[in-house]
């Protein structure tokens, strides 16, 4: 340790070395340039990925704290910087990411003049996010980061965002960097398992509904053991299709927007619902009308937080544990012999399948078929990062996520997450191939970040499905507001010629045989690339044409 100190500045990067940071994605703005000096002295240790524009910079952290679980670092400059930002943290904070986000400040001295993009961040951030601080003493620099660290891990995962003082770090400080904190996960209580397989066993009708962040590799496996060994039904939760093989017989589709009405009525009719990592939020819940508040339902939830089991439905269990620790305790109990549910799991099983077979829709593009051909030869630890959208209903109603692959999405249905969030997958498993489903809305709002790909050796492939529309508003709207289209209509560019003017990979998509050799070419030209798929704008959703919602508002 230096006898004359370090700036605030160098503190900071070293102290995100001691706390195992490998990646930090950023915006460079003046109100850091300390920081920047830092990272430039540990450049060897952790990669700085530079962004085009902040939402993406923290996109790509995210998708790095949900397929590592540890989290994700992202920087960003003051004001316009910080609040280009935001929706990445609401991102985080919904999905329950670990995330960190280091803001540039202003000078301390001045405070509340409304100084050059001052803002408060604690009250900025504050609803948005875990925990909320400013630094303003390098020397307080080690703790406050180490804490940084532990909260976005602990409980609930969650975003936490630091505010770095433009003078801190220039500050000299005498200080030992602090090391990561060996903290041991929450296990179930002793009586846990006892009491949820003596439930279990009396249950006629049960379904599993798997959420939640921070799965290990080894977690799901034992997930997946425990619910095989009981010949359970799983589904999983709003985007949260990487949890579980979809092709094993006991997986019965998602919860979620656009889910399957025969799942959705199942789960009606389940006598006991095991939530493993799901919060039984609003999309899952079907808008909180799935089950009574009350607990009419008995429900087993399994959640890292006991402060978020019981939040909005009242378990008739709670287990308060880690969710890789629950699942190795689960995997090791004795299942129920001759479970009686295990028709109820084949009858699911079969209308998953029903639901999954492609129907035969009109035109030179069935959008079902392509996707399901492509799927069948991608590699089987493809990463696939989904925007939010209309069309984000094909793949998961018609394709299945295979053991070995990753999925990621928002299930805070942020648009412009798809690209940005592809591309930090790809810098975080680099050997991996990476799909990317966005619509054109939400490719045009963050598809400039193919610029980061390009200049960071992030060859994604991005599958645009474009119908020139906000398809999910456009579907809203007719249903409320038939033959009255505002707002909802879009002019895009060709996205072939744009990603070819990065000196990438595109084709253009209008027929069924057409997408899945595509996608092959593009993963062997290890370029970033771009699929543009022209589908059909009639065909506003995979169950319903613009034709048949107006029909169904005028009725």
Known sequence: MSETGRTGGQLLADALVAQGVEHLFCVPGESYLDFLDGLYAQRNRIATITCRFEAGAVHMAEAYGKLTGKPGVAAVTRGPGACHAAIGIHVAMQDS??????????????????????????????????????????????????????????????????????????????????????????????????????????????????????????????????????????????????????????????????????????????????????????????????????????????????????????????????????????KATTPVANPAWAGWTKELRASRLASAKAPEYPGPLNLAVALQEMMAVLPADTIFASD?????????????????????????????????????????????????FAGDGGFMMTGQELATAFHHDAPVVVLVFNNNMYGTIRMYQERAYPERISATRLTNPDFVKFIEAFGGYGELVEETAQLAPAVLRALASRKPSIIEIRVDPEQITNRATITQLRAAAKA
Not at 197 to 214: D, E, F, K
Request: proline letters at 7%; one cysteine or more.
């Open 97 to 330: 990411t670990p995330l960190v986000l280091l803001v540039g400040q202003i000078p301390s001295d001045e405070t509340d003049r409304d100084s050059f993009q001052e803002v408060d961040y604690r009250r900025m951030f504050g609803p948005l996010c875990k925990w909320v601080t400013q630094i303003d003493d390098a020397a307080r620099i080690p703790e406050q980061i180490a804490h940084a660290f532990d909260v976005a891990v602990s409980g609930r995962p969650g975003p936490v965002v630091v505010s770095i003082s433009e003078d801190m770090q220039k500050e000299l400080a005498v200080v030992r960097d602090a090391a990561r904190a060996p903290v041991l996960a929450p296990h179930p209580a002793p009586d846990a398992m006892p009491r949820l397989m003596a439930m279990l066993a009396h249950a006629q009708r049960p379904l599993v509904i798997l959420g939640g962040s921070c799965w290990t590799v080894e977690g799901r496996a034992n997930i997946r053991d425990f619910c095989v060994a009981n010949t359970l039904p799983v589904a999983v939760g709003f985007r949260r299709q990487g949890l579980f093989d979809g092709t094993l017989d006991n997986f019965v589709g998602d919860m979620g927007v656009g889910a399957d009405p025969a799942l959705v009525a199942a789960a009606k009719k389940s006598d006991l619902i095991l939530a493993i990592g799901s919060r039984l939020g609003e999309a899952v819940s079907q808008g909180y009308t799935l089950f009574d508040l009350a607990g009419a339902t008995p429900i087993v939830h399994v959640l890292p937080d006991a402060a978020e089991i019981g939040r909005v439905f009242r378990p008739a269990l709670g287990i308060t544990s880690d969710l890789n620790a629950f699942a190795a305790v689960a």
């Open 388 to 436: 939010a959208g209309n069309f984000a209903t094909w793949p998961n109603r018609f394709t299945h996520v295979g053991e070995a692959q990753d999925f990621i999405g928002p299930t805070n249905g942020a648009m412009g997450y798809g690209v940005p969030a592809a591309i930090g997958a790809k810098i975080t498993h680099p050997g991996r191939a990476v799909i990317c």
